[in-house]
């Protein structure tokens, strides 16, 4: 099973404009995001899945720069832009990551394609409902399930978001959520404002230079050790969700 990790990346975010080459920790946020995303030991390929703006040609040369691939193509019908991504690297399986979550801990990637891995689902997510922290969201489906929703669904959102057409029909495809044994989705670790970005950078530069192979326990440790940082970025509202898109999605 050819598993190939796509990450949807763009320049022209709403909230925060050039948000995935911010700096963090003196190096631009997705290179950060690709190197955590190359411990993930279950899967085979990363793709960078950008847009044909002219504004995204520097995450082009970021990919250039760092040797991993990348596919250039709608800016709203992320749907397609996946589809074409997958088809163009032969995946059998998708996992699904967004360019606003350099923390993402690689073993939680692993844990959602291993049970995905197990057979009997066609879509696994680690947030149906919420239960880790916004900033750890993996999905993965099968190239099947993805060709077919790309072929199928009509609707903005299901073509903006990749996944709710899958979510729309749980008659059709079996879905599975990978839940955490606690509930810790209170936590923002997503990069969608400044505010999330200051979080972020003091997270990783609490953990990082003692342990640069850090996990999520790491960073839970660190927000423990300094309760007052969970205000920094508290009262930033998620993104309203469509009704089948899970509560982390982004189109970053």
């Known amino acids: 099973m050819n598993t190939v990790v796509i990450v949807q990346a763009r320049m022209t975010s709403t909230r925060l404009p050039g948000k995935v080459l911010l700096p963090l920790g003196g190096e631009p946020m997705l290179a950060r995001l690709v190197g955590r995303l190359r411990r993930v ?19 082009v040369a970021l990919c250039e720069q760092l040797g991993v691939a990348h596919h250039r193509g709608s800016e709203h019908d992320v749907l397609s832009r996946y589809a074409e991504a997958a088809a163009l690297h032969h995946a059998d399986a998708v996992v699904r990551i967004t360019a606003d979550c350099p923390l993402i801990d690689p073993a939680l990637i692993d844990q959602v394609i291993a049970r995905y891995q197990v057979g009997d689902a066609d879509c696994v997510s680690n947030m149906l409902p919420p239960s880790w922290p916004y900033g750890m969201a993996a999905e993965v ?10 072929a199928e669904a009509r609707q903005a959102a299901e073509r903006e978001h990749v996944t709710p057409f899958l979510y729309a029909h749980p008659e059709r495809y079996r879905l599975h959520n990978v839940a955490s044994p606690v509930d810790l989705s209170a936590q923002r670790w ?6 999330d970005h200051d979080l972020v950078q003091r997270l990783f530069d609490a953990v990082f230079p003692a342990k640069p192979e850090f996990t999520l326990a790491d960073l839970q440790a660190a927000m423990q050790a300094h309760p007052d940082w969970l205000a920094i970025n508290q009262h930033i509202v ?3 969700a469509t009704e089948f898109q899970t509560p982390q999605e982004s189109t970053a």
């Open 190 to 195: 997503t990069v969608d404002t400044p505010e």
């Open 238 to 240: 998620q993104k309203p």
């Open 141 to 150: 489906f099968s190239a099947k399930a993805l060709a077919e929703a790309h």
């Open 41 to 59: 030991k279950h899967a085979d390929d990363i793709v960078i899945a950008t847009t044909n703006n002219a504004s995204d040609d520097a995450i």
